[in-house]
């Protein structure tokens, strides 16, 4: 399969609260990247991260990487309505430069 | 960060017609380009990588003949969807990078078969 996995594969919150979600990869990666899809629409990027790279912050997002795991999370700190979207996870591969999406998780934040 | 433009955004096109869908480095030259599809609520499936000057490696079960690829300059690469059908209808999204960076994507293109 080309997807990593990422969970939960949806994700309901309140506004305000903060929103976590996690992908899971198989092969080693030079980056791994976030991005966020409004339904019917193109893709945003949110944040890079490389593998030499352990924690990264933008604003209300704070991304993790575990090479070790061969895992990241993504978290949205003070959740707001505006947030609903989908999120992917993207791991560009060692050894080629294929950029290979996660499943997926739809966040939805209830004001 | 870079511009990777994607026209058109979306597409109506006859059974039995083909498409071509263009994806354009605007400030960079990318020496690869990539195309995905995606079909609603699901992710991004990559279909195919070009490189400038040689043929697309195509991914397992992406139909080579159905789906043309040209990456014919440094700035530009095309996605043609050959006798199009209805099951091709999908939201296809190209990126494009240059060598060892991170890839940059277009705003996609949503392909309706009728």
């Known amino acids: 399969s080309q997807q990593g996995e990422e969970d939960p594969q949806a994700l309901s919150i309140q506004e305000g609260e903060n929103a976590t979600m996690n992908c899971s990869y198989k092969?080693?990666?030079?980056?791994l990247q976030w991005y966020r899809q409004n339904s019917g629409r193109g893709l945003v990027h949110l944040i890079l991260?490389?593998?030499?790279?352990r924690e990264k912050h933008s604003g209300r997002l704070r991304v993790t990487l575990d090479t070790s795991k061969k895992s990241s999370s993504l978290l949205i700190t003070a959740s707001r309505a505006a947030d609903t979207a989908s999120y992917f996870c993207?791991?560009?591969?060692?050894?080629?430069?294929?950029?290979?999406f996660g499943a997926g998780t739809r966040l939805f934040v209830k004001a | 960060g870079a511009v990777v433009s994607q026209h058109p955004s979306r597409v109506i096109c006859k059974s039995g017609t083909s498409v071509k869908i263009e994806c354009r480095s605007l400030?960079?030259?990318?020496?690869?380009m990539f195309w995905y599809r995606q079909f609603p609520k699901q992710s991004l499936m990559l279909m195919a990588t070009s490189n400038e000057g040689s043929k697309a490696t195509y991914e397992q079960g992406v139909e080579k003949d159905k789906f043309l690829i040209n990456h014919a300059s440094l700035t530009l690469s095309t996605l043609t969807v050959t006798s199009a059908h209805p099951e091709d209808s999908s939201f296809y999204i190209c990126?494009?990078?240059?060598?060892?960076?991170?890839?940059?994507f277009g705003q996609g293109t949503r392909l309706t078969v009728v």
């Open positions: 991260i490389r593998s030499n790279e």
């Open positions: 400030d960079f030259q990318a020496t690869t």
């Open positions: 993207a791991t560009d591969h060692t050894g080629g430069f294929k950029t290979i």
């Open positions: 990126s494009a990078r240059r060598s060892n960076t991170e890839a940059f």
């Open positions: 092969t080693s990666i030079n980056n």
